[in-house]
């Protein structure tokens, strides 16, 4: 939260219980907020783990070399997700 909200917020708790509701309605938007994070940070962690997957083969192979349309989708999919 913003230091503006979070300042908002302690003047309803100070206002009192005739302030519940802005603050019920402030905390789902907070709420939604963490939510859209957290399915983005979802979505680089699969990215990452989908990039070292993709590296812990090459070590294991000695190469990097995958046919060209596995690593178009690949590419592709990283892209898509930003």
């Known amino acids: 939260?913003?230091?503006?909200?979070?300042?908002?917020y302690v003047l309803w708790c100070v206002e009192g219980f005739?302030?519940?509701?802005?603050?019920?309605?402030m905390?789902?938007?907070?709420?939604?907020?963490?939510?859209?994070?957290i399915n983005t940070l979802n979505k680089m962690l699969e990215t990452i783990d989908n990039t070292?997957?993709?590296?812990?083969?090459?070590?294991e192979t000695g190469?990097?070399?995958m046919c060209s349309?596995?690593?178009?989708?690949?590419?592709?999919?990283i892209l898509s997700e930003f």
């Open 1 to 8: 939260m913003s230091l503006k909200q979070i300042k908002q």
């Open 18 to 25: 005739s302030s519940v509701p802005n603050r019920y309605e």
């Open 27 to 37: 905390m789902q938007h907070r709420k939604q907020d963490v939510v859209n994070q």
């Open 52 to 59: 070292c997957e993709f590296y812990k083969k090459a070590i």
């Open 63 to 65: 190469n990097t070399d």
């Open 69 to 77: 349309t596995v690593r178009e989708a690949w590419a592709e999919k």
